[in-house]
């Protein structure tokens, strides 16, 4: 389960779940202890209570895959670079901004907007739409986006 670890310490008489979220170099850490939750069951109920609540005011959605937000004012997933590629024993050299995502677990797929073909702006935000749109398809917002629809 994802954020939630089992900790069995006989030794100490230490037993019970502990939650770890992790999110734009936060770190929130709680540790759930079966003696005061009446068991295993009451313990885990709760840490997982308490993780889902803790993602959802954090804005971090809620999937088993993990999960990358930017700390600053750039965007995860969207780097600018210096792409190489030799042809005929000459080697050629483009500004590109390379957009990530992983569509599932293990699984990374890359494109590339060229500098010099579209223009520095053009590029970046076309890099940037790619990238939110892919946020929407994966994670079902992107990040920046409010999780709850907006009241009418």
Partial sequence: MKSISRI????????????????RGQQHRK????????????????????RNSLERDLG??????????????????VRRIQKTRRKN??????????????PEPRKVERQFFYVNTLGEHEARRRAYEL???????????AFGESPHPPDF
């Fill in 60 to 77: 971090k959605p809620h999937t088993d895959r993990m999960v990358l937000a930017p700390k600053d004012k750039k965007r995860a997933g």
């Fill in 8 to 23: 069995d310490q006989p030794e100490k008489n230490n037993h019970g779940f502990y939650v770890r979220v992790s999110f």
């Fill in 31 to 50: 540790f759930f202890s079966d003696a005061k939750y009446g068991g295993d069951e009451g313990a885990l109920d709760a840490a997982i209570a308490y």
């Fill in 131 to 141: 990238r939110r749109a892919k946020e929407r398809q994966i994670y079902g917002r």
């Fill in 89 to 102: 024993g000459k080697v050629y050299t483009y500004d590109v901004y390379e957009v990530q995502w992983c």
